[in-house]
RNA sequence: GGGACGUUAGCUCAGCUGGUAGAGCAGCGGACUUUUAAUCCGUUGGUCGCGGGUUCGAUUCCCGCACGUCCCA
């Protein structure tokens, strides 16, 4: 990244460095802890924003504000500062007759980018500004590094995620997704507070890495001798909570694959799972699009919103169509051909896929439809009936079984959430795992291993069940209309660089 | 993993067919008592991502590497 090796030896931080060892001199502490700050930014503008000067002069009383000094501008003996707190910015007025010698004297020492406190009375300027006319500025902490220039801000993306702090400092909008973030999860957890979810925490290292198909990362325990894996979902565990007879369990917290990263992907991710017992993937379907709603209702007022360019409307009912329904109808191939394997093969071959001649059935049909179909699917679509194959913790469909009752939720050709009704019939599930176990042999690493513990767990009796999984980034992504999964991530991960 | 593009002052960016680098902002000095990208005058600041090659000479052309962005897998 530019810059940062030689920011020892630049002028700027010399200088910066030469002005502090100053201020010390003069006895001024650099970094005071005793500062009681009464206000913020935007309390004092919806408060006395709408008055008159006249009706301001009348208020006595002093106000006070601390913050970062985004910039100074200085007219002699008179000058205004900008003070950027949490919530915004005010500005100050600094006078020379207003203060004492001894502040006036530590504000010429100021720089842009120090941490500093004002008190005094509120007032407007003649062009209206609501302003603290200081009659006292301290300095709470000093800035050695200086901050990227005022108008066009910091827009190089690297610096941006590695310096978070930076693009925190200087790009309000950035402030702004965080804030959605934080309030969207809020409401996922009073929504499903209202209906009764429990919320609980599961492990985030475990003996074996189950509950969905991925590469997991590994770690070693010393104490216990043991290697353990960072979980890739929390699924097995929740599933132990449910036959435990919590019924109704959600978990909001971090899923680690070991994956490339793209715009969509981050290798760390926030997912939340749910399980009810006594409901199907049906109920589910309903319960999201009741969950999506809320939060925009909540968000904008309504149930449109632009994503990237593109009208999202969550008015429901959404679209509900099963995988086959889904390729015929981007297609245009006949319903028999999905059918019958061979034919399958040689179908998606003629789309330019690469398939595997033994490849089952069910596989051809998810390269088909991830490759071909996945992208169309742009208002929100349930996509339902996923084969077998590909879903080793499913249940049945009961007309049939070489599908299960699942489904994943797609918005703007991206997968949001992957559900089902779960399978708790022990046998079928050790078959299941059998299934996996002979993938895995074949060389897929990301096939589900053998889980006797989880098995033997079920064979306790899980109640019907159905559960679901909600990529919080991705919807967090979609909600503040943000291009990469890196926006919606405070710390995105990076290459590690050379120092 | 493959492709395209990018990396020049603290920040945002110019820099043409190769001749040892410019602007704005920030900084520093000065003027200024209501500005808000303040203004005006003056001025400092660069291992042109890193390493090779071609050349009398490379920020510029070629190769490799690093990091990043986007697209594809």
Not at 64 to 79: C, D, V, Y
Not at 113 to 142: C, H, M, N, P, W
Not at 282 to 302: C, H, P, Q, S, Y
Request: charged share 30%.
């Amino acid at each position: 990244m530019r810059g940062i090796c030689q920011m020892e030896e630049s002028e700027l931080i010399r200088k910066r460095k030469e002005k502090i060892a100053g201020i010390r001199a003069a006895g001024i502490d650099l970094y005071p802890n005793d500062a009681r700050v009464k206000n913020t930014s935007t309390e004092l503008k919806s408060r006395f924003g709408n008055m008159e000067q006249e009706s301001l002069t009348q208020i006595q009383e002093t106000f006070s504000l601390a913050g970062r000094l985004m910039a100074i501008r200085n007219f002699g003996k008179a000058s205004f500062v900008s003070i950027q707190d949490r919530k915004g910015r005010l500005q100050a007025f600094i006078h020379k007759g207003l203060i004492t010698e001894p502040h006036y004297a530590l504000f010429k020492r100021l720089d842009v980018g120090d941490i500093v406190y004002v008190s005094g009375r509120i007032f407007k300027t003649k062009t209206g500004e609501l302003t603290i006319e200081a009659q006292e500025i301290r300095l709470l902490a000093k800035s050695v590094h200086p901050l990227p220039e005022k108008w066009h801000g910091l827009t190089d993306v690297e610096t941006r995620y590695r310096q978070r702090h930076l693009d925190l400092i200087m790009n309000p909008d950035v402030k702004e997704v965080f804030y959605m973030r934080s309030r969207i999860i809020k409401l996922i957890r009073d929504f499903m507070e209202e209906r009764d979810f429990l919320e609980v925490e599961t492990p985030m290292m475990q003996a074996q890495a189950g509950g969905a198909t991925a590469k997991p990362f590994k770690t070693y325990h010393n104490a216990l001798g043991m290697e353990l894996y960072m979980r890739i979902a929390p699924e097995l565990y929740l599933k132990r909570l449910v036959t435990g007879g919590l019924e109704r369990v959600y978990e909001i917290n971090r899923n680690f694959r070991n994956e490339g990263i793209s715009t969509f992907h981050n290798p760390e991710f926030t997912m939340m799972e749910f399980y009810m017992a006594y409901a199907t993937y049906e109920d589910l379907m309903d319960l999201t699009e009741e969950l999506f709603i809320f939060i925009a209702r909540n968000l904008f007022g309504v149930l449109q919103f632009t994503y990237q360019g593109t009208e999202i409307d969550l008015t429901a009912p959404w679209l509900r169509i099963t995988v086959k329904e889904a390729i015929i109808q981007y297609m245009d191939v006949a319903p028999g051909v999905l059918d019958d394997q061979s034919q399958a093969v040689a179908f998606s071959r003629q789309l330019g896929l690469e398939v595997d001649e033994k490849e089952a059935l069910g596989k051809i049909l998810m390269i088909i439809f991830e490759e071909k179909v996945e992208k169309n699917l742009i208002q929100p679509t349930f996509v339902t009936q996923y084969p077998v194959e590909v879903s080793p913790l499913s249940r049945r469909n009961a007309l049939n079984p070489n599908f299960t009752d699942r489904f994943e939720l797609y918005i703007c050709g991206k997968e949001i959430a992957n559900a089902f009704s779960e399978l708790n019939d022990p046998d079928d599930q050790r078959g299941r795992f059998l299934m996996q176990l002979r993938e895995r042999e074949a060389g897929n690493e990301e096939a589900h291993q053998m889980d006797e513990d989880y098995i033997r767990t079920l064979e306790y009796a899980m109640p019907p069940t159905a559960g679901e999984g909600i990529g919080i980034d991705r919807l967090v992504m979609l909600f503040t209309d943000s291009a990469s999964i890196r926006d919606v991530i405070l710390f995105p991960q990076l290459r590690a660089r050379d120092e």
